[in-house]
């Protein structure tokens, strides 16, 4: 059974910047595409920002363009989202999600949460 793992998450000022990981079980390579998504109070889940594991394309999310880089590192089984000028609208919980499309399977992280206030 795979496991996504996250963690980097914790309370910033507005401004500020954080850099969430997210560690897999296993080779990221298994996968076709690995996401970033999150989920505030009372909102439904939403995709942040999402990586082909061989590096093919990288797309996000119209209100995190600009502030958010996503990378991965093949070594270290690792996807990560650095994100800078960090607001208060970007307080949420943050998931990591793996996807293989043949066969199609999924797997999600417990998440890690985000919270931006002064």
């Known amino acids: 059974q795979v496991q996504l793992v996250e963690s980097g998450g914790g309370l910033v000022q507005p401004g500020g910047s954080l850099r969430l990981s997210c560690t897999a079980s296993?080779?990221?390579?298994?996968?076709?595409?690995m996401d970033w998504y999150r989920q505030a109070p009372g909102k439904e889940r939403e995709l942040v920002a999402t990586i082909a594991t061989d590096g093919g394309s990288i797309n996000y999310a119209d209100f995190v363009k600009g502030r958010f880089t996503i990378s991965r590192d093949i070594a270290k089984n690792t996807v990560f989202l650095q994100m800078h000028s960090l607001k208060p609208e970007d307080t949420a919980v943050y998931y990591c999600?793996?996807?293989?499309?043949?066969?199609?399977?999924?797997?999600w992280g417990k998440g890690t949460p985000v919270t931006v206030s002064s």
């Open positions: 296993g080779s990221i390579l298994s996968f076709n595409r």
């Open positions: 999600n793996a996807r293989l499309y043949n066969p199609y399977v999924e797997y």
